[in-house]
């Protein structure tokens, strides 16, 4: 998930999405990553050992001035982080202690302003909401989350419902855009193209008998009613996919789940399907994260294994070459998303 840059032109798919949530009609739209010039990058910054509460930074695009931005209650973790397009304000997802239950909340790079956006159980719904993966439309002005809700079942494994959802910057007219059969499975990290004619999100189903829980890249037209599995599930792709800037290219890794015996990569795929490129070739035992494409479309900034066997910010040329470290730190730094300037 990005951040990204608008412009005065605003494209004719979008617009239709836009006047559909005026009718109250299905819509959204996620985070891509525009065309724009590189500005500082967003991360999270684990505050215990067990990777159970963290924070949000940003940094300058070589590295330097970082920058705490989030102060959560103690236990509490904040990540999933998303910039707006003009780079004013970051979407984030906090989870309470033990990920028991996680909200959206918006803040400025300066850490003022902090507005929580989920609604708060009693107030305006009966039953608690999970709200997670939060990313920016293309214009800025609504935000694309997954919401669960509705328990689990017998198991105690799939939750009931699994949407995407769309609301305004205040919380407000929510709409659900692709919402999963219920108990059968969860969509997650939605992002909208950077023309917002079409969605990314991660398909993922339960554990079934002996067989592990898989997960695939669906590219979605704008009003979700048109859907393509683009990866196979085999290859378990995702881990927040995001769009290259001109549109042509969606960055996912590859193995996702933790318990995969393959190793983990970053990969591209064409939204048709086509031309999947494998970018890296890291040795077994690498441990790899989510990345995230520059606004000029040029470099993936991406959370690896570093010094110390914690994961620090490393930076490659879009092609997979030049891989470089960014940011060392002896905490456990990932989670990134590049903003413009």
Known sequence: MNGRRTTNIVPLALLGILAALTVGAIARDAGATPPGENGRIAFR?????????????TMAPDGTGSRQVTRPPRGFLDQNVDWSPNGSLLVFQRCSPNFSLCAIYTVKPDGSRLTRLSWVPGKRVRLMSDDQGPSFTPDGRHIVFTRASGGLDRKGEQVKNSDIVVMNLNGENRRIVVRAPQYKADYEYAAFSPDGSQLVYEHRLPRSGDRESRRALVVASADGK???????????AGDGADWSPDGTRILFRSYEDEDERTQSQLCTIRPDGSDLQQLTKFPDGTILLSASFSPDGEQIVFGMGGKGGKADIFVMNADGTEIRPLLQHAAWDSSVDWGSS
Not at 45 to 57: K, S, W
Request: aromatic residues 12%; glycine residues 4%; positive net charge.
């Open 45 to 57: 910054r684990y505050t215990n050992e067990d990777h159970t509460a963290g924070t949000l930074f």
């Open 226 to 236: 048109r859907r393509q599995r683009i990866t196979p599930w085999s290859l378990t």
